[in-house]
């Protein structure tokens, strides 16, 4: 089954754990610690209501407020001096996620972020890899069609695949091995990121 038919298939719980494993293995260019998203992860085991989603979710925001691994500014890529380059992208794609997290984490909205962030955790990947793509959007991924996939995105991919598959076929119960999937994604993106910046250095 080829992720999008996994995500229009997902159920609330595990549309909310597909977006924030995305959101969780791009925490490095927010510059956030290992640790930052583990009060939302224990807000789905635990199905807090609404408002207390929402309130552990506005004190993620918070506490990831300031400039991400690479410095990228709010702008749009191509405004200023420094910015347009893959890296700045790349930010803003992990910040755009973490802006359009539902508070409420309603069943609407978690469909849409989840699908969002399918899609920009695999432009993130596709952006800071060092061997290019050679698929024209990330869309044919999404859509099964594999050909010519560079290592990075082919392993984001495929780590947002099980983590739909685990939660469908385990329920809450799946929410630990996909927290490990993440992570392990997780520290794949972190040595990219720190990789390309001491080339930059």
Do not use: N, Y
């Not at 910015?83 to 978690?110: C, I, K, Q, T, Y």
């Not at 685990?166 to 392990?184: C, D, F, I, K, N």
């Amino acid at each position: 089954m080829s992720l999008v038919e996994l995500i229009g298939q997902a159920d609330e719980r595990g549309l909310a754990a597909s977006g924030l494993a995305c959101l969780d293995r791009c925490v490095p260019l927010l510059g956030g610690d290992d640790e930052i998203l583990r009060p939302l992860w224990a807000g789905l085991a635990d199905d807090v209501g609404a408002a207390e989603w929402g309130e552990r979710l506005e004190q993620v925001r918070g506490k990831l407020g300031g400039d991400g691994e690479f410095g990228a500014d709010d702008g749009e890529p191509g405004e200023g001096s420094d910015s347009g380059s893959a890296e700045d992208e790349a930010v803003l794609l992990a910040r755009r996620m973490l802006a359009a997290a539902p508070v409420d984490r309603s069943a609407a909205g978690v469909r849409a972020w989840a699908d969002a962030c399918s899609v920009a955790a695999l432009q993130i990947h596709r952006l800071l890899d060092p061997l290019k793509d050679a698929g024209d959007s990330v869309d044919a991924r999404r859509e099964g069609r594999t050909e010519g996939m560079s290592p990075l995105v082919a392993a984001e991919l495929r780590r947002q695949i099980t983590v739909l598959e685990l939660l469908a076929g385990h329920g809450p119960a799946g929410l630990r091995p996909a927290l490990e999937v993440s992570t392990e994604g997780r520290r794949v993106l972190r040595a990219v990121v720190s990789r390309r910046s001491r080339r930059r250095g």
